[in-house]
């Protein structure tokens, strides 16, 4: 967003239209922000009545400069509560959301898809805040149902596609013995393959990268190597192309985690090492690139460079960022086999954690790491049975 979307000129026009605010959710300053203000995909954006700081408007996710500017139009007309008719729906549907009232959203996007007139401009929007809905209650095979039947009522524009991503994923999430599972799959896997192929829809390139992503784990999971394979070649030459277009290393840097996970489905780390090793020269300040060159020298094998990079971006990181790099580190040392050294890590790593705020101390790299230390304490407990004594025989039984 900062390196293609907020510098565009069309947007010089809204500059005293809001009180801006950009929230780095990595600093523990963030914190009482995040506490009123959760944040579980980034960017998000929050519209937000400075009256009584209620969120009018919430959209997790990156946005085009038209996209953007909608969601600033509806998030005005909810705050002055001007909108009629469908528009004032939508408000409500957009606050519903925003504050977590996910069932009630979904309840209003429902109606709003149904009842509003064809034409009505906002009916995308209301789709796409639906679906959201859906899968943040995780009714998998309802959200999926309804990306099919909607995809075929939007016309090609970003609520298309993402109904598109947000079905296939909800799919994706149904037991794989659901009888509705495999079909599902097949029909928006089938859309997607179309839209990444053709791209004819303006939507954000780390969306169409997104996309990709998602084909290449279908293919995988389904044990078609090939079919993978050359997605991830397409999905690879796609982010070299879009790369090449960016006018500033930042610009290009966009685009390092997803061309780092396609070259790595690629069985090709040299390419993302190439990279990132100039990103990093580029950007000497960034943890990401020293971060990501850690987990791309471990799949060379390459251990001791590998954790020297990794002491380089957690001498850059801060707030809970670092708890995945530390995660690195440690899997570097239980590869290495220095199981002592990795339960150190993690120990620091889980340290670290309680020094967080509360609503930094995300599930998912907590649980990771205390998985990684039941590993490595599984793996050092035969080393410790083969170094002990052996047991010793029982005394003989006195003689009478």
């Known amino acids: ?205 780390d969306d169409y990268s997104g996309l990709f992503g998602s084909l290449v784990d279908l293919r995988d999971e389904r044990g078609d190597a090939e079919g993978a394979r050359a997605m991830a070649e397409a999905w690879a030459k796609y982010l070299e192309g879009e790369a090449a277009k960016a006018t500033t290393p930042e610009g290009r840097a966009v685009f390092d985690p997803h061309r780092m996970t396609a070259y790595l489905k690629l069985k090709q780390p040299e390419k993302a090492l190439a990279m990132l090793q100039e990103s990093e020269k580029a950007l000497p300040d960034d943890f990401n690139p020293p971060a990501r060159m850690a987990a791309t020298l471990k799949e060379l094998g390459k251990y001791p460079e590998a954790l020297a990079a990794a002491d380089r971006a957690l001498g850059l990181a801060r707030g809970p960022r670092r708890l995945r790099i530390y995660s690195t580190r440690a899997g570097i040392q239980q590869k290495q086999g220095d199981l002592k050294g990795a339960k150190k890590t993690v120990d620091d790593a889980l340290a670290f954690a309680g020094t967080l705020p509360k609503v930094q101390q995300y599930d998912g790299p907590i649980n990771a790491l205390k998985k990684l230390r039941e590993e490595v304490a599984a793996a050092e407990k035969p080393k410790e049975a083969s170094a002990a004594p052996p047991p010793r025989a029982p005394a003989p039984a006195p003689k009478k």
């Open 1 to 205: 967003m900062r390196a293609f979307v907020f510098t565009d000129a069309k947007l010089e026009r809204h500059a005293g239209r809001f009180v801006w605010l950009s929230m780095n959710t990595e600093e523990t300053s963030a914190g009482p922000f995040l506490e009123k203000y959760p944040v579980d995909s980034w960017p998000s954006f929050f519209i937000i009545d400075p009256k009584g700081e209620k969120v009018a408007l919430k959209w997790p996710g990156s946005a085009t400069v038209p996209q953007l500017e909608r969601l600033l139009d509806d998030g005005e007309r909810a705050l002055k509560g001007a909108a009629k008719g469908p528009d004032a729906q939508l408000a409500a549907e957009d606050q519903a959301f925003a504050q977590g009232k996910y069932e009630e959203a979904a309840r209003l996007g429902a109606q709003l898809a149904a009842k509003a007139p064809k034409d009505w401009p906002g009916r995308g929007r209301a789709v796409e805040v639906w679906i959201l809905s859906l899968y943040e209650l995780k009714q998998w095979e309802t959200c999926a149902t309804t990306a099919l039947q909607e995809r075929d009522k939007l016309p090609r524009s970003p609520p298309y596609v993402d109904a598109v991503a947000l079905g296939l994923a909800c799919a994706d999430e149904l037991p794989k013995e659901a009888p509705a599972r495999a079909g599902m799959i097949a029909s928006l896997e089938q859309t997607a393959t179309e839209l990444v192929t053709k791209r004819d829809v303006a939507i954000a390139a």
